[in-house]
């Protein structure tokens, strides 16, 4: 069954430096999604991209972070400068179509210190 | 912002009862609700979801009702097995808004006890 990956599955790093999460979605999905869980709260959404473009992004997705499909197959989140409060598991996610059905992958856990 | 509530933090049930679990909103625009299960250190897994045209959707021991006037939704899984064991997460969106981002709640952690 086609699944969601991401890489790393734990990232550690030092306050203000900048990072790269990446995810692999479903071949034939065309939207692509990150959301965030801190730890103890709820599954927050970030960004989603269709069509090589930002579709949406919360209030949370501010200048130090972007998104990026560099290929047929990558979906990638950079932090610019880490801060300690950007700690937390990174979900990337993917649908197809019209669907509203959402797949995630297993997580990123990003570690500010 | 609670837009999404999941109120019972945990629930513990005997295998092969049925389990309840139990979401509300208040968001009005919300149109598509979904639920998803998620074992520690794996991502959310989709489970089952319902438009709001309908109030009921099955798919095997698992079903979603849904009541638009109360702004409630709930979870059945019937029989309950150990391996349901994870928190569930309710979640939902505002098509009309051309929106696929999903709100989440804060989940309920399932038992099932053998």
């Known amino acids: 069954e086609p699944e969601v990956t991401q890489t790393p599955s734990h990232q550690v790093t030092q306050m203000g430096q900048e990072v790269i999460l990446r995810c692999v979605p479903i071949?034939?999905?065309?939207?692509f999604y990150w959301y965030r869980q801190i730890l103890g709260q709820k599954v927050e959404f970030l960004v989603s991209?269709?069509?090589?473009?930002?579709?949406?992004k919360s209030e949370i997705f501010d200048d130090q972070f972007s998104v990026e499909r560099p290929d047929g197959s990558n979906f990638t989140l950079k932090i610019r400068s880490t801060k300690l409060e950007d700690s937390a598991m990174y979900f990337c996610?993917?649908?197809?179509?019209?669907?509203?059905?959402?797949?995630f992958g297993p997580g990123t856990r990003l570690t500010v210190t | 912002d609670q837009q999404v509530k999941q109120n019972s933090p945990s629930l513990s049930v005997q295998e092969g009862r049925i389990s309840i679990l139990n979401c509300d909103y208040t968001?009005?625009?919300?149109?598509?609700f979904l639920w998803y299960k998620k074992y520690p250190a794996e991502g959310p897994t989709f489970l089952i979801s319902i438009s709001s045209i309908k109030d009921k959707n099955e798919d095997g021991r698992f079903t979603v009702f849904l009541n638009k006037s109360a702004k409630h939704l709930s979870l059945h899984i019937v029989p309950s097995q150990p391996g349901d064991s994870a928190v569930y997460f309710c979640?939902?969106?505002?098509?009309?808004?051309?929106?696929?981002?999903?709100?989440f709640g804060k989940g309920t952690k399932l038992s099932v006890i053998p």
């Open positions: 996610a993917s649908g197809a179509g019209t669907a509203y059905e959402q797949y």
């Open positions: 071949s034939n999905h065309l939207y």
């Open positions: 979640a939902a969106s505002d098509s009309g808004a051309g929106s696929y981002q999903l709100t």
């Open positions: 968001n009005s625009m919300f149109d598509y």
């Open positions: 991209f269709y069509n090589n473009e930002i579709s949406e």
